[in-house]
Nanobody
Framework: QVQLVESGGGLVQTGGSLRLSCAAS????????MGWYRQAPGKQRELVAI?????GTNYADSVKGRFTISRDYAKVYLQMNSLKPEDTAIYYC?????????WGQGTQVTVSS
């Protein structure tokens, strides 16, 4: 089992910044993919960004150039700049390894216009 604990969400004005953090604990393998998904009210959960053990990244088109994902072994971070109201959602940390997927409890990000 892997436990994911997120932090860093909150309320910010349009154009502001937030940094999300997620720490994985438990049966963490060195080879894993970590990342962030989000779910806005009435919408499906969508990929925001993922990062591989080697540092390879993949971003949703809607956040390219504004968000940056990084990691430090079992921790993953999401630096969010130039936030827009449409970024408002619950952000979930994601961990995948050995065919298993785990999710954090989610952290709310609200961007006011």
């Amino acid at each position: 089992q892997v436990q994911l604990v997120e932090s860093g969400g909150g309320l910010v004005q349009t154009g502001g910044s937030l940094r999300l953090s997620c720490a994985a604990s438990g049966s963490v393998f060195s080879i894993n993919v970590m990342g962030w998904y989000r779910q806005a009210p009435g919408k499906q959960r969508e990929l925001v960004a993922i990062i591989t053990p080697g540092g390879g990244t993949n971003y949703a088109d809607s956040v390219k150039g504004r968000f940056t994902i990084s990691r430090d072994y079992a921790k993953v971070y999401l630096q969010m700049n130039s936030l827009k109201p449409e970024d408002t959602a619950i952000y979930y940390c994601y961990y995948q390894s050995e065919g298993y997927q785990y999710w954090g409890q989610g952290t709310q990000v609200t961007v006011s216009s």
